[in-house]
């Protein structure tokens, strides 16, 4: 099953690719995502079949603006076969019936051949009949004989169409909804001894809208239970609770208080949909705090800030002991401001602000979850990604690192919980720490992923070897494979 499925179409200059695409995206005009800085190599189409979507790529641009030698060619084919084996299910490899076979129509075949990717040789420009049989040369290239089509007039369109999608994967089916066991969704808490994580599990299981029931087969230490929390119009929203110890008095007392030791949280971690950083209100953020989320961060596919203990907050306000704060409210937003300054790495998480001792806000921990787990299974559609890539590499350049910018041509979202998102670029290495949380900034916005957190794939094109011939290189290279 794919989620993203994806077609490139590939070939030499001038074989009618954008005219093929054009056909294909149903469209007269070529230009999409055509746009300085971004995709500018890359032209993207989501095509709408009866399969289900895919998304269609002309990688055509990729070096071959500049390409005037024969050996800049033979490198931009390089180049572009690399993109395309990247990024593909399915290559469809464009020729010239007018032209041909060519030798570098050869040089990509060969590459292509080896990539192990399904591979459709698209023979172009077939625009008037007779000409097909002439055009037995293009079987020599390995992939058989070839779809004799013809972009400018639409001859066997409806073929290609056809062969594109026997080739592609299914599409992803929507989950079986009858019968099937609602999938739980899994959390955990973490944060410094004495926060008041274990009072969270009780102050949760003391709650009249919860039924509890302990999994069975795990051990009394790493404990886990299921939950159905009773939300709004008699729904229930699975949950399980991972990682408890420590959940229950008599284990409390067996068990040192750093019972979520850093090697515990890791495993409960790994194994959560929601983590919830749990912090002090009348202490703040430390560095154990910090380091406690770019963990969570790391391993979680979403995280959410918990203020426990607010009632010692307000308290404190009241009676003045807590001087400086005209009220809870002013106490809150500075508090938030701190933790959005300190934890700056956090993916605009929601912070919720509770009493484990009072339950003050605590049923709502479980809807928070049960809203950024839905939240977690979303795709994000290809086109909106890099209208979005393009805007921001319009609004904000990349600094020059020894020279060179950052340069993306292509996104597209790979991956849910965490979101991955794949990024076709020119070097990986120029891609510096604060355009990446720019970057990231700007989706979490753009997609309303706060508490998602959000992976960046760099694909960089290969590097060009100036040194050597491109005979030589290539045949070194082949000799390596
Ligand atoms: P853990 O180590 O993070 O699991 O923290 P515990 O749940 O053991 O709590 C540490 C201490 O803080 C205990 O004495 C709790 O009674 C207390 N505590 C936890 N939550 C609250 C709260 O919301 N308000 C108040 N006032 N005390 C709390």
Same mark, same amino acid.
């Given at each position: 099953?794919?989620?993203?499925?994806?077609?490139?179409?590939?070939?030499?200059?001038?074989?009618?690719?954008?005219?093929?695409?054009?056909?294909?995206?149903?469209?007269?005009?070529?230009?999409?995502?055509?746009?300085?800085?971004?995709?500018?190599?890359?032209?993207?189409?989501?095509?709408?079949?009866?399969?289900?979507?895919?998304?269609?790529?002309?990688?055509?641009?990729?070096?071959?603006?500049?390409?005037?030698?024969?050996?800049?060619?033979?490198?931009?084919?390089?180049?572009?076969?690399?993109?395309?084996?990247?990024?593909?299910?399915?290559?469809?490899?464009?020729?010239?019936?007018?032209?041909?076979?060519?030798?570098?129509?050869?040089?990509?075949?060969?590459?292509?051949?080896?990539?192990?990717?399904?591979?459709?040789?698209?023979?172009?420009?077939?625009?008037?009949?007779?000409?097909?049989?002439?055009?037995?040369?293009?079987?020599?290239?390995?992939?058989?004989?070839?779809?004799?089509?013809?972009?400018?007039?639409?001859?066997?369109?409806?073929?290609?169409?056809?062969?594109?999608?026997?080739?592609?994967?299914?599409?992803?089916?929507?989950?079986?909804?009858?019968?099937?066991?609602?999938?739980?969704?899994?959390?955990?808490?973490?944060?410094?001894?004495?926060?008041?994580?274990?009072?969270?599990?009780?102050? #949760?299981?003391? +709650?009249?809208? =919860?039924?509890? !029931?302990?999994?069975? *087969?795990?051990?009394? %230490?790493? $404990?886990?239970?299921?939950?159905?929390?009773?939300?709004?119009?008699?729904?229930?929203?699975?949950?399980?609770?991972?990682?408890?110890?420590?959940?229950?008095?008599?284990?409390?007392?067996?068990?040192?208080?750093?019972?979520?030791?850093?090697?515990?949280?890791?495993?409960?971690?790994?194994?959560?949909?929601?983590?919830?950083?749990?912090?002090?209100?009348?202490?703040?953020?430390?560095?154990?705090?910090?380091?406690?989320?770019?963990?969570?961060?790391?391993?979680?596919?979403?995280?959410?800030?918990?203020?426990?203990?607010?009632?010692?907050?307000?308290?404190?306000?009241?009676?003045?002991?807590?001087?400086?704060?005209?009220?809870?409210?002013?106490?809150?937003?500075?508090?938030?401001?701190?933790?959005?300054?300190?934890?700056?790495? #956090?993916?605009? +998480?929601?912070? =919720?602000?509770? !009493?484990?001792?009072? *339950?003050?806000?605590? %049923?709502? $921990?479980?809807?928070?979850?049960?809203?950024?787990?839905?939240?977690?299974?979303?795709?994000?559609?290809?086109?909106?990604?890099?209208?979005?890539?393009?805007?921001?590499?319009?609004?904000?350049?990349?600094?020059?690192?020894?020279?060179?910018?950052?340069?993306?041509?292509?996104?597209?979202?790979?991956?849910?919980?965490?979101?991955?998102?794949?990024?076709?670029?020119?070097?990986?290495?120029?891609?510096?720490?604060?355009?990446?949380?720019?970057?990231?900034?700007?989706?979490?916005?753009?997609?309303?992923?706060?508490?998602?957190?959000?992976?960046?794939?760099?694909?960089?094109?290969?590097?060009?070897?100036?040194?050597?011939?491109?005979?030589?290189?290539?045949?070194?290279?082949?000799?390596?494979?």
């Amino acid at each position: 099953m794919s989620t993203s499925r994806t077609v490139a179409l590939v070939g030499r200059p001038n074989v009618g690719k954008s005219r093929l695409f054009n056909r294909l995206a149903g469209r007269r005009i070529a230009i999409v995502l055509d746009q300085p800085g971004i995709t500018r190599d890359v032209n993207a189409f989501e095509v709408r079949d009866a399969s289900g979507p895919y998304t269609l790529l002309d990688t055509g641009g990729i070096g071959f603006s500049d390409a005037k030698t024969p050996k800049a060619l033979i490198e931009a084919a390089e180049e572009q076969v690399f993109m395309a084996v990247e990024m593909a299910d399915v290559i469809c490899f464009v020729v010239d019936a007018k032209d041909g076979l060519t030798v570098l129509d050869e040089t990509i075949a060969a590459r292509l051949r080896k990539s192990g990717k399904k591979i459709l040789l698209v023979v172009n420009k077939v625009d008037f009949p007779g000409l097909e049989d002439r055009l037995s040369d293009f079987s020599r290239l390995g992939l058989g004989a070839g779809l004799f089509v013809s972009a400018e007039h639409g001859y066997h369109e409806d073929q290609l169409r056809d062969e594109i999608v026997k080739l592609l994967p299914p599409c992803e089916k929507p989950a079986e909804t009858d019968n099937a066991p609602a999938r739980r969704v899994r959390i955990s808490f973490l944060g410094r001894p004495n926060v008041g994580k274990s009072s969270i599990c009780n102050a #949760l299981l003391r +709650s009249e809208r =919860l039924v509890v !029931s302990e999994v069975p *087969g795990t051990t009394r %230490d790493a $404990i886990e239970l299921d939950l159905d929390f009773k939300g709004e119009n008699d729904t229930v929203i699975p949950f399980r609770l991972v990682d408890t110890a420590g959940l229950r008095r008599r284990t409390r007392v067996d068990t040192p208080v750093e019972v979520f030791s850093a090697m515990r949280s890791e495993e409960a971690i790994q194994k959560t949909d929601v983590a919830f950083v749990v912090l002090d209100a009348m202490e703040g953020v430390n560095k154990q705090d910090q380091v406690l989320l770019g963990k969570a961060l790391e391993m979680a596919p979403a995280v959410v800030v918990l203020v426990n203990k607010w009632d010692y907050a307000r308290a404190a306000i009241k009676d003045g002991s807590l001087p400086g704060y005209e009220d809870e409210r002013a106490y809150r937003e500075h508090f938030e401001a701190c933790v959005r300054e300190l934890l700056f790495f #956090l993916p605009d +998480s929601p912070i =919720l602000f509770i !009493s484990a001792k009072t *339950g003050y806000f605590v %049923d709502n $921990i479980l809807r928070v979850a049960a809203k950024l787990d839905a939240k977690l299974d979303e795709k994000l559609t290809t086109g909106p990604v890099n209208r979005l890539l393009e805007r921001m590499f319009q609004q904000r350049e990349p600094a020059m690192r020894e020279g060179k910018r950052f340069r993306a041509y292509y996104a597209l979202q790979t991956g849910n919980r965490p979101f991955n998102i794949r990024i076709f670029c020119n070097r990986v290495d120029k891609l510096d720490d604060n355009y990446k949380r720019y970057l990231e900034r700007g989706f979490i916005n753009e997609f309303a992923l706060q508490g998602c957190s959000l992976r960046f794939t760099l694909i960089g094109k290969p590097k060009r070897d100036r040194t050597k011939s491109p005979s030589r290189t290539r045949k070194e290279r082949d000799e390596n494979e």
